[in-house]
């Protein structure tokens, strides 16, 4: 079984949010920063990993990044102000 993450990345405290899923974050989430990715998180300068949730299935992870982003906003910002008040960028943290 290939691990899987779930992560939200964003430009700023309750700024624009996005949700992705991965089966290496240190790697996607270097893409982001870097701009790599073009699309929404290179269009809206998501830089800031501020939440994510490991995985040991991928297909799990997947189903939860359909689960989060079928949420509300407000949901949303309430499950990374419970894990990341501050909302720092956790890339650090995962390295």
């Known amino acids: 079984?290939?691990?899987?993450?779930v992560y939200i990345m964003s430009n700023k405290k309750d700024g624009v949010l996005y949700i992705g899923v991965t089966?290496?974050?240190v790697?996607?989430?270097?893409?982001?920063k870097n701009g790599f990715v073009?699309?929404?998180t290179k269009q809206y300068y998501l830089k800031n990993l501020v939440y994510?949730?490991?995985y040991d299935d991928i297909e799990e992870a997947i189903k939860r990044?359909?689960?989060l982003k079928n949420?509300?906003?407000e949901w949303k910002i309430e499950l990374i102000?419970?894990?990341n008040p501050d909302w720092e960028d956790l890339y650090e943290s995962i390295l």
């Not at 079984?1 to 993450?5: A, C, D, R, V, Y």
């Not at 790697?27 to 982001?32: A, D, G, L, S």
């Open 23 to 25: 089966s290496d974050i």
């Open 81 to 83: 102000n419970k894990q």
């Open 71 to 73: 949420w509300h906003r």
């Open 1 to 5: 079984m290939k691990k899987g993450f």
């Open 27 to 32: 790697k996607r989430v270097y893409e982001h």
């Open 52 to 54: 994510y949730e490991v």
């Open 65 to 67: 990044e359909k689960q």
């Open 38 to 40: 073009d699309g929404f």
